[in-house]
């Protein structure tokens, strides 16, 4: 679904992403992990067309997408929940969840979707008519991955989810995840700065240091052993 080969992408003169090669294929949960500044943020924006690479490819849906617009992106179906999950915080929960809908024409199945995706988060239709801004760190995190669902996206790409949430509130983050990738077939690119917990969840890793992509692989054979941890540090091998 995603293929990015040889992705160079930066600030002016800083090159932050040097030589990114990855994938995501339909149906899969995708994370890349890497410590503070290493391009995590850099990545996704440039997948999502808030920035232009410098060289190299992304192919999404077999077309080639590199530098397209994020609002034509959105429509081809791949969405970015960006970091601090800018949600209108004095609009209500409804108001956010419609604008999530915004555009579409098919309003039984939006219904139907509006619908699912307050099943999938119960406290969403409890906060219904109350104010975003009012929800707690967690709250507003699915509040803003509901409005994506909403958006209809073949792709979603999440900015850090588990940033400021308590552990067994990363732990009901992930757990709807988990959900809309095992019910809906959600495909799901997401980013995390912390390696805790993501091997449950993800099918497949990569781990991103200093523009580089040093491992990858799936999550089960990253499980249990220390090649993940010494990846994410940088620990020489051996
Ligand atoms: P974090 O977990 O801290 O968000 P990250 O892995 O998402 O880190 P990026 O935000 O992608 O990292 O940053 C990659 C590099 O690009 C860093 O060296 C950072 O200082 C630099 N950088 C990020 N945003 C900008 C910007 N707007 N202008 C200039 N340099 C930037």
Do not use: C
């Not at 929940?81 to 915004?102: D, K, Q």
């Not at 999938?120 to 975003?132: E, H, M």
């Amino acid at each position: 679904m995603l293929t990015i080969t040889d992705l160079t992408a930066g600030y002016g003169r800083l090159t932050a992403l040097k030589g990114i090669d990855l994938t995501v294929a339909k149906g899969e949960i995708v994370f890349v992990v890497g410590p503070n500044g290493a391009g995590k943020s850099t990545l996704l924006k440039t997948v999502a067309g808030l920035m232009t690479p410098f060289s190299g490819s992304i192919r999404f849906h077999h077309a080639d997408i590199a530098g397209m617009a994020p609002e034509k992106l959105s429509r081809e179906g791949l969405v970015l929940v960006p970091e601090g999950r800018s949600i209108f915080r004095t609009l209500t929960v409804e108001e956010n969840l419609a604008l999530g809908g915004m555009g579409r024409r098919d309003r039984d199945v939006l219904e139907s979707d509006l619908e699912a995706v307050l099943t999938t988060f119960p406290i969403l239709r409890s906060r219904y008519r109350g104010v975003a801004g009012h929800l707690s760190g967690g709250e507003q995190q699915q509040l803003a991955i509901a409005r994506a669902i909403l958006q209809q996206p073949a792709l979603i790409m999440i900015d850090e989810p588990s940033l400021g949430l308590a552990p067994l509130v990363i732990d009901q983050v992930y757990e709807s995840l988990r959900a809309l990738n095992r019910e809906n077939g959600m495909t799901l690119l997401i980013v995390e700065q912390s390696t805790a917990r993501i091997l449950d969840l993800a099918d497949r890793v990569y781990v991103l240091r200093n523009g580089h992509i040093v491992l990858s692989g799936p999550a089960a054979e990253l499980a249990g052993g220390r090649q993940l941890e010494e990846a994410y540090f940088g620990y020489e091998a051996g």
